[in-house]
């Protein structure tokens, strides 16, 4: 973090199990390469993920596993600040103040909100509801000009807006507002089992998901099961979800054009094409998956590196709060 004039881009990933395929395709993947360009954050948020119960002992290996794959990845910890949520308590603070700026109504609007809701009627606690809210913290805590978010999340951006402005506009000028940042190939990766839903953790068939810590094995067998149509035709389509979304995920691991793609499959039935597939995505992910497997078997170094993001993290959010604090009227005392 050199340079001050650089934006400041942050992101933010669950420690649900492992990363999908659609995670690093979709999000992951960019993040490395944004390091160059911007000051990058990016946060493991264990907070988020307690709105939908959680095995304690699980979340924790999760939550470890996920910030090794970050690294794995490609986040450099010594370019960009990569840290767990609960390490930095100014996301629990800033988040009490943003609530009472933020209206019932328009958390009440939230499609997750609804869609969770409707998924887990046992458990629709307060923090499902305001989740928005401690996303809105997360961004505005570090004065992020940029956020990259996919669709799911773009209605909390917007609310991360209406709320950093609502406050700047009762309060005094406090928070950047920030801005989406769409990454210039917006591949999304759908399920092979159900290619017009998002590729998803909780889709019902394991087929349709693949993780970025499967073998090579796993993955060619889930590619060869893809569901895809009956013209057999390597062709990018309308109406072809399945070879699309194949073709999308062959041209992201393989830096190839759909033309070239169609070229390379002209005459050949859709089993060459998809075990083509499951071979390059295997191939691709293999330097992720042994540099993840080094980094959990050296806990120490992990730590470290978490420990001193939250440091960093710490520093820069706790001018943020401390500046809140005294513009809502709290009394200073230090
Ligand atoms: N809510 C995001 C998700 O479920 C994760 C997230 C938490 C996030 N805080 C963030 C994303 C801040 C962007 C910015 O995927």
New binding site residues.
């Given amino acids: 973090m050199e340079t001050q004039e650089k934006k400041i881009i ?5 420690p649900t199990g492992t990363f999908t395929l659609g995670n690093y395709i979709g999000a992951v993947r960019n993040w490395n390469k944004l390091q160059e360009e911007f000051n990058c954050i990016y ?1 493991i ?1 264990d907070m ?1 993920a307690i709105t939908v119960r959680q095995d304690p002992a699980k979340l924790r290996q999760n939550t470890v596993q996920a910030y090794a794959l970050l690294l794995a990845c490609g986040i450099d910890p010594e370019k960009s600040i990569a840290f767990i ?1 609960s390490h930095n308590k100014c996301h629990a603070e800033i988040n009490w103040v943003l609530s009472c700026s933020t209206q019932f109504g328009e958390l009440s609007r939230m499609t997750q909100f609804k869609a969770k809701s409707e998924k887990h009627p046992d458990d629709i606690n307060a923090g499902l509801f305001t ?1 928005p809210v ?2 809105a913290g ?2 505005l805590l570090y004065q992020s000009d940029l ?4 669709v ?2 773009k209605q ?2 917007e609310l991360a807006r209406n709320v950093a402005q609502r406050f700047n506009q009762r309060y005094g000028e406090l928070f950047k507002v920030p801005e989406p940042y769409i990454p210039e190939v917006g591949a999304k990766v759908m399920s092979l089992q159900d290619p017009t839903a998002k590729m998803s953790k909780s889709d019902d068939n394991p087929n349709g998901c693949i993780y970025i810590l499967d073998d090579k094995d796993t993955i060619i067998r889930k590619f060869k099961k893809a569901v895809t149509d009956s013209e057999a035709v390597v062709r990018y389509a309308e109406g072809k979800d399945g070879i699309n979304n194949l073709m999308t995920i062959y041209s992201v691991v393989t830096g190839k054009s759909f033309e070239d793609i169609e070229k390379e499959f002209d005459g050949k039935g859709y089993g060459d094409f998809k075990l083509a597939v499951g071979e390059a995505v295997a191939d691709h992910l293999e330097p992720v998956r042994s540099e993840f497997d080094r980094l959990m078997n050296d806990k120490a170094y992990l730590k470290e590196c978490y420990t001193k993001g939250a440091e960093m993290a710490g520093r820069i959010a706790q001018k943020t709060v401390s500046k809140a604090y005294r513009k809502v009227g709290f009394v200073d005392f230090r």
């Fill in positions: 942050l992101s933010g990933i669950q946060m948020a988020h949520q989740y401690l996303m997360d961004i956020v990259p978010v996919g799911d999340q909390h951006l």
